[in-house]
Antibody
Framework: QVQLVQSGAEVKKPGASVKVSCKPS????????IHWVRQAPGQGLEWMGI????????TYAQKFQGRVTMTRDTSTSTIYMEMSSLRYDDTAVYYC??????????WGQGTLVTVSS | QSALTQPASVSESPGQSITISCTGT?????????VSWYQQHPGKAPKLIIH???KRPSGVSNRFSGSKSGNAASLTISGLQAEDEADYYC???????????FGGGTKLTVL
């Protein structure tokens, strides 16, 4: 069983950047892909991209290309998702999820990012 | 790319069965057998209940089943229980962009 622990809630101003972390439990860091999915208040799920913790390769949804960067720190076995140029409509719960390239069976608890002036 | 199409809401009585549809195109749902379904209760993270169109992860009730025909996938829940009341999302792998595409979600109410 994989557990994903995400960093805490963030409040950012428009135009700022946010960096959310996701730490898989145990020795599972390089075993599974990590997806990032967000959910705006009262809205549906939106896939943002994927990172292979083993080699660091990434694929981003077209909508987020140029604004999102997914990285991993092998020394701390932690995955990061950084989003820049934040807008009000980026207010959402951001989830990391682990699994295959095609689906994810373990999810983090979610990180609320609020963009407010 | 537009989200996959799901009904916004469905409702049924306990013990009955219900099917939730998920309609895409030949570029997503119709292009592979990589369709999954997620269940989400209010305030909780999504849970994978079906992958590869019709496969259930370990621990998921056999009351959940999935299928696909052409550009449309379906989730069927039999023997509805109060705990099944949740939001359900379909998700398809998009081969051309190596990305995921979610449906808009369906709110299931167990009357």
């Amino acid at each position: 069983q994989v557990q994903l622990v995400q960093s805490g809630a963030e409040v950012k101003k428009p135009g700022a950047s946010v960096k959310v972390s996701c730490k898989p439990s145990g020795n599972t860091f390089t075993s599974y892909y990590i997806h990032w999915v967000r959910q705006a208040p009262g809205q549906g799920l939106e896939w943002m991209g994927i990172i292979n913790p083993s080699g660091g390769s990434t694929t981003y949804a077209q909508k987020f290309q140029g604004r999102v960067t997914m990285t991993r720190d092998t020394s701390t076995s932690t995955i990061y998702m950084e989003m820049s140029s934040l807008r009000y409509d980026d207010t959402a719960v951001y989830y990391c999820a682990s699994g295959t390239y095609y689906d994810a069976d373990y999810w983090g608890q979610g990180t609320l990012v609020t963009v407010s002036s | 790319q537009s989200a996959l199409t799901q009904p916004a809401s469905v409702s049924e009585s306990p013990g009955q069965s219900i099917t939730i549809s998920c309609t895409g195109t030949s570029s997503d749902v119709g292009s592979s057998n990589l369709v999954s379904w997620y269940q989400q209760h209010p305030g909780k993270a999504p849970k994978l209940i079906i992958h590869d169109v019709s496969k259930r992860p370990s621990g998921v009730s056999n009351r959940f089943s999935g299928s696909k025909s052409g550009n449309a996938a379906s989730l069927t829940i039999s023997g509805l229980q109060a705990e099944d009341e949740a939001d359900y999302y379909c998700c398809s792998y998009v081969t051309s962009s190596t990305s995921w595409l979610f449906g808009g979600g369906t709110k299931l109410t167990v009357l």
